[in-house]
């Protein structure tokens, strides 16, 4: 696809095509979707010496393949090289760097951009909320030692942060998806914290969130760990009637 999309770009400027940030941002978007890092920064070099303008787009562009590149420095001197030029970072932007920092375990530094966002006048979404509640809480691959740790809410004392998050979105009227009740219903129960747990469960119901094999088996395993069989055998015959297991005959 890169290469296509390449072939077809230098046929257009051999052929005295004006190159204007439209057709840079389309192939910006190629190598985003590629993760094409180098061939980016080299029309970052064209547009720069043929005085072509990065617009927004251009610039949540190039952040969010360095973030998921783990060019966490690069997406940073990205988004200060933004400021620079007069264009203000939206809630793409802050989430992408956000996530990024969540992926390789640096969360204390995502929730300071998180406080940054806010003091900009910029107002965090569910995506804001759900990539830090999931960086508290699950696995997180370090690609400088290309190895995955993991934060245990259980282990790092790290649920009053969460729920400090969770308090803010209350506040803000930011709704919860489904992978942040999930997050937090799977947190809850490694915790043997099932009143949580099912109090979320139950806003997710309330919300009309579809319960999915691995809300019910967090649940189970949950109840299992706290040796309330009874409820672990609910939570199981539940998942069967919601068609989320299928029994071998």
Not at 85 to 96: C, L, P, Q, R
Not at 221 to 249: C, N, P, S, T
């Amino acid at each position: 696809m890169t290469g296509t999309a390449r072939k077809v770009f230098d046929e257009m400027a051999r052929a005295g095509v004006a190159m204007n940030t439209h057709v840079y941002n389309a192939m910006l978007h190629v190598c985003l979707k590629a993760g094409d890092a180098a061939l980016a920064e080299s029309l970052m070099t064209r547009m720069d010496a043929a005085g072509v303008p990065l617009d927004r787009f251009s610039f949540n562009t190039m952040i969010t393949l360095y973030c998921r590149k783990g060019m966490q420095y690069e997406a940073m001197c990205m988004r200060e090289r933004m400021e620079s030029e007069g264009v203000k970072a939206d809630v793409v932007t802050w989430n992408s760097l956000i996530h990024g920092l969540s992926m390789e375990g640096r969360v204390k530094e995502a929730a300071q951009l998180l406080r940054e966002m806010t003091a900009a006048g910029v107002a965090p979404d569910h995506v804001t909320y759900t990539t830090l509640v999931d960086g508290y809480c699950q696995r997180w691959y370090c690609r400088r030692w290309r190895q995955w740790g993991c934060y245990h809410l259980c282990e790092d004392g790290k649920m009053k942060k969460v729920n400090v998050l969770l308090n803010e979105m209350d506040e803000r009227k930011v709704q919860a998806d489904h992978v942040m009740c999930n997050t937090l219903i799977n947190a809850y129960s490694k915790r043997g914290d099932m009143t949580s747990a099912c109090k979320v469960k139950r806003r997710m119901m309330e919300s009309g969130l579809q319960l999915d094999q691995f809300t019910y088996k967090a649940l189970i395993h949950g109840f299992y760990k706290a040796k309330d069989l009874d409820e672990a055998k609910e939570a199981l015959f539940e998942m069967m009637g919601a068609g989320q297991i299928v029994i071998a005959r």
